[in-house]
Structure formats: C-alpha cells, structure tokens
C-alpha cells in the first residue's frame, strides 16, 4: 500500500453552528456539500481546508459523549494547519477573539508554532512553513 495524502479529518461537535460558523468564517475552509441525515438527526459538512485536496468532516450527533481533554492522552493529538506567516495568522486569530497560546520555536525543525482552540476544546495548531 502507499498512501497519496490524508483525505480528511473527522470531527465530531456539540454544538453544529458554533463549530460550522468557526471552521468557515474564522478559519476559511470551504464548504464543500452539507448535508442532513434525517435517519440519524445529524448534519454532516464537507470543508475544503485551504487550497488543498485535504477535507474536514465536521460532524453533528444529537448528545455525543465529551472529549477526554487531556493533550497527551492516547488517539488524536491535535489538528496542524500549514501557514506562511504565523504572527500574522496570530493577529487574525485574536482579532477573532480566539485565544492563542505564545508562539513556540520547535526544537527540531527550528519553525514556529502555536495552538489555539475550536468550539469544542479541540486543540488545533499552526505551524509556520
């Protein structure tokens, strides 16, 4: 087997609004199709993350269980989004009111990071390129 790329990422919210106005109008991604699955009381929107060929599922179910919220628990870490210009990406994010953690150097590839959180506490990061 050899894997392309990553196709897309799967996030379940609480909240569809909150989490579908964030993901489109704060961080830009594109609508794809949205759909509502009568059967299962749920939407499910497609999002095109930048100008890539990667997608976010964003997922609505009508009482999902919370997300264990400790960073270094065992599954899923986090999301990293590519940017060109962290401190300006930084400055977008907090016009936002988003709240940003301080800009980190990472010691192995010597680029510059962050995180900051969706709606549902879910931690994403971006990372200058």
């Not at 749920?42 to 009482?63: R, T």
């Not at 960073?71 to 590519?82: D, K, M, N, Q, V």
Request: glycine share 4%.
């Amino acid at each position: 087997m050899k894997i392309k790329a990553i196709h897309h990422v799967a996030i379940i919210c609480s909240d569809y609004e909150a989490s579908k106005k964030f993901y489109v109008e704060v961080l830009g991604c594109s609508i794809i199709k949205e759909t509502f699955r009568s059967e299962r009381n749920s939407y499910k929107l497609d999002l095109q993350v930048g100008n890539s060929s990667a997608m976010i599922e964003l997922f609505s179910f009508p009482h999902p269980p919370e997300r264990v919220n400790n960073p270094e628990a065992c599954g899923l870490r986090h999301i990293a989004f590519a940017v060109d210009d962290i401190e300006a990406s930084v400055a977008y994010l907090k016009s936002q009111q988003v709240e940003v953690e301080g800009i980190r150097l990472d010691e192995i590839t010597e680029r510059r990071f962050t995180f900051f959180r969706d709606p549902d506490n879910l931690p994403l990061e971006i990372y200058e390129i």
